[in-house]
T-cell receptor, first 114, second 115 residues
Framework: KAGVTQTPRYLIKTRGQQVTLSCSPI?????VSWYQQTPGQGLQFLFE???????NKGNFPGRFSGRQFSNSRSEMNVSTLELGDSALYLC?????????????FGPGTRLTVT | AQSVTQLGSHVSVSEGALVLLRCNYS??????LFWYVQYPNQGLQLLLK??????LVKGINGFEAEFKKSETSFHLTKPSAHMSDAAEYFC?????????????FGTGTQLKVEL
């Protein structure tokens, strides 16, 4: 079974621009979560989508948004990019209770904001 | 709210020595606990998970962890370190059961394995 895939793997953007990151979960997984990883703040939860609905949201500004499609693929969008948004963005999918809530992570998208 | 604390941001061991990475949790409900490993420029790989079925959990690559409720701990161990174990390790917790899939991570422990 294919793992979680994320595109693109690397991205360079300029301050003020916006960016869209994509995540395809493992087949059959309906829950998709997004995390931001930085050296200073570590791994922080952004939001979770389940069956096209946002179910959980972390403590991030409204510039960070996401959505999930009917095939469970998810996208996250960051508008008006700031230097501090430079990070590794990780997507994870889960079968939920059936799998003991374990999440499977993709390789991440490395975003650099200049 | 759930949280985890990892003691020691850097741990160094000799090849063949015992690996012990510490994690303490705080949770108002029985938690689901996980250990993940991250190699450079990669995502997170699940090592093992605790879901209340057994207090001693065996994972991949020879790692295991013991859930101790009285100590609120979930330390990760491996009897004999290998060079390939050098990576960053994260302890994580989630509430599950209607709480969705929000994982709260510790700050990570960088494991160095020396010859």
């Amino acid at each position: 079974k294919a793992g979680v895939t994320q595109t693109p793997r690397y991205l360079i953007k300029t301050r003020g621009q916006q960016v869209t990151l994509s995540c395809s979960p493992i087949s059959g997984h309906r829950s998709v979560s997004w995390y931001q990883q930085t050296p200073g703040q570590g791994l922080q939860f952004l939001f979770e989508y389940f069956s096209e609905t946002q179910r959980n949201k972390g403590n991030f500004p409204g510039r960070f948004s996401g959505r999930q499609f009917s095939n469970s693929r998810s996208e996250m969008n960051v508008s008006t990019l700031e230097l501090g948004d430079s990070a590794l963005y990780l997507c994870a999918s889960s079968l939920e209770e059936a799998s003991g809530y374990e999440q499977y992570f993709g390789p991440g998208t490395r975003l650099t904001v200049t | 709210a759930q949280s985890v604390t990892q003691l020691g941001s850097h741990v160094s061991v000799s090849e063949g020595a015992l690996v012990l990475l510490r994690c303490n949790y705080s949770s108002s409900v029985p938690p689901y606990l996980f250990w993940y490993v991250q190699y450079p420029n990669q995502g997170l790989q699940l090592l093992l998970k605790y879901t209340s079925a057994a207090t001693l959990v065996k994972g991949i690559n020879g790692f295991e962890a013991e859930f101790k409720k009285s100590e609120t701990s979930f330390h990760l161990t491996k009897p004999s370190a290998h060079m390939s174990d050098a990576a960053e390790y994260f302890c994580a917790v989630t509430k599950g059961a209607g709480g969705g899939n929000k994982l709260t991570f510790g700050t990570g422990t960088q494991l160095k394995v020396e010859l």
